[in-house]
Structure formats: structure tokens, C-alpha cells
């Protein structure tokens, strides 16, 4: 009843940018916050950005100064912005948003729902 759909994702060379984009659609009644996630080959899971829906935006460490969050509360969209991207960007990109959805049948309830991902490759 709620989809996630990312796009924005490919092929940049080092030092270049890229903008991801996540629309959230369905029986939304309200998003508390979303969030960018990443996942490398071999490696865990990681957050890479998160933002509520009053704009607050927390960044791992690693992507501070080069990545920017941002959110469209009238779209239901959440954007990323990556430059100066490193090799060690490379991995699959994944949206995720903390809503509230008006389930059919029931009534408003509290989920967590992900996109399906979205890789990105940093070669020269």
C-alpha cells in the first residue's frame, strides 16, 4: 500500500556527482523521516544520510561535506545530492521512510517500508 521508487543511480567517475532520488507513494498519511542507506559488496549495511520532515539531516561521517539530504514534504520525495565521489562509494543505494499509511482495511498505522535499491559505480 506504500511504494518506494529511487532512480538516479549509474555510472560517475571519480570526483563526480550524482543525485538519487526516492518518491514514496500510496495511502501516505504522514512521513516522520527517510533515510539513505548503502550496502557494498562484502560489507554490512550502512546509513548514509537520514532527514525528518521538519529537515533535520544526519550524516555518517564519511559523507560529511560531500553528500547533502534533502526532502520534499509535498512530494513525499527525498533526494541525495553525492559529489566528489570516491571509488568507496561504490555500492547499492536504498531509500527508506518511517510513515504513517492509512491501511485498507483497519485504519492509520505506523510502518517502515524500503526502496529496492539503486547502485552506484565510482570507475574511471
Known amino acids: 500500500q506504500v511504494q518506494l521508487v529511487e532512480s538516479g543511480g549509474g555510472l560517475v567517475q571519480p570526483g563526480g556527482s550524482l543525485r538519487l532520488s526516492c518518491a514514496a507513494s500510496?495511502?501516505?498519511?504522514?512521513?516522520?523521516?527517510m533515510g539513505w542507506f548503502r550496502q557494498a559488496p562484502g560489507k554490512q549495511r550502512e546509513m548514509v544520510a537520514t532527514?525528518?520532515?521538519?529537515?533535520?539531516?544526519d550524516y555518517a561521517d564519511s559523507v560529511k561535506g560531500r553528500f547533502t539530504v534533502s526532502i520534499n514534504n509535498a512530494e513525499n520525495t527525498m533526494y541525495l545530492q553525492m559529489n566528489s565521489l570516491t571509488p568507496e562509494d561504490k555500492a547499492v543505494y536504498s531509500c527508506?521512510?518511517?510513515?504513517?499509511?492509512?491501511?485498507?482495511?483497519?485504519?492509520?498505522?505506523?510502518?517502515?517500508?524500503w526502496g529496492e535499491g539503486n547502485e552506484v559505480t565510482v570507475s574511471a
Open positions: 527508506n521512510a518511517a510513515l504513517i499509511y492509512f491501511r485498507v482495511p483497519g485504519g492509520p498505522e505506523l510502518d517502515d517500508f
Open positions: 500510496g495511502n501516505i498519511v504522514k512521513i516522520n523521516g
Open positions: 532527514i525528518t520532515s521538519g529537515g533535520e539531516a
